[in-house]
């Protein structure tokens, strides 16, 4: 992708951020929150900023098609778009709504760009600290403009720190976890923003996370940013993430030697 696209989705992103996101945080009125579907909250906040981000995007790039979290809500037949070889946007406008709508961080604001049925880029902002990661094919992750990379090997299974919440996981992965989870040194609750897990792994804060749901728009443009830093983003079988496979599980780590230990904790060699 060229430098000039890469830094208007940028600045597209920061511009739903302000007009949108960070206006509505912490004053929301209870007739701008909804429950979506059980236990799913959407806000004018999120519905606000996705049209933003939509239509910036079309004119960014004329003939593309936008697949948004709150446009899938209303008509679930727009992930058919994900098996098409032009140009599709993934757009999850507010990461962490629950967060949002609770007054806390995170939260954050993702966007991911495929061709060819391949993710090409990834942005990834932190609407609060105004800190912007980007993803692009072969040429790396970046945050803030400096380039990021993962270390290859390490460290130790009893230095690990992760997101594992055993409890989401099926009764035998959560059944390994509590036999084989001591070997790692801490089990996190997880930050409730997938966003956030993938930027803590791309920055060391931890280094490895194990998600169960994984909707397209929560994942494609961070597991590109982890592969790019020199991560890596598999299915617990191993095989790789697919934005158009609507399986569920799916574990990230910043390298193949933590990849591989975690997977055994979850007894997912098999």
């Not at 690990?160 to 919440?165: E, F, H, K, N, S």
């Not at 803590?200 to 931890?206: A, C, K, S």
């Not at 490895?208 to 940013?225: E, I, K, S």
Request: aromatic share 6%.
């Amino acid at each position: 992708m060229t430098t000039n696209l890469i830094e208007e989705v940028g600045a597209l992103l920061r511009k739903a951020a302000a007009n949108a996101i960070m206006p509505s945080f912490r004053r929301l009125d209870d007739d701008e929150i909804e429950e979506k579907s059980p236990g799913q909250l959407v806000t004018v906040a999120d519905r606000r900023a996705e049209q933003i981000i939509g239509d910036g995007l079309r004119a960014l790039l004329p003939g593309s098609v936008v697949v948004g979290e709150e446009g899938v809500a209303e008509d679930a037949g727009q992930l058919e778009h994900l098996r098409e070889s032009g140009p599709v946007w993934l757009v999850d406008p507010l990461d962490g709504t629950s967060n949002f709508t609770a007054g806390r961080p995170p939260f954050a604001v993702m966007v991911a760009l495929r061709r060819d049925g391949v993710t090409r880029t990834g942005w990834i902002l932190d609407p609060l600290t105004d800190s912007l990661l980007v993803a692009d094919e072969h040429r790396g992750a970046y945050l803030d403009g400096a380039a990021v990379r993962l270390p290859q090997a390490g460290p130790p299974a009893a230095d690990l720190r992760g997101a594992l919440r055993a409890r989401i996981l099926p009764d035998a992965m959560r059944d390994s976890v509590g036999e084989h989870g001591d070997r790692i040194g801490a089990l996190l609750s997880g930050r409730h923003c997938a966003a956030q897990e993938y930027r803590d792994i791309v920055t060391g804060v931890q280094h490895f996370a194990v998600f169960w749901r994984t909707l397209p728009w929560d994942h494609t443009a961070g597991v590109l940013l982890v592969e790019e830093a020199g991560g890596v983003a598999r299915r617990f079988d191993g095989g790789r993430y697919d934005p158009a496979d609507d399986r569920r599980g799916l574990l990230v780590a910043a390298n193949e030697e933590i990849w591989t230990t975690v997977q055994e904790v979850l007894g997912a060699t098999d």
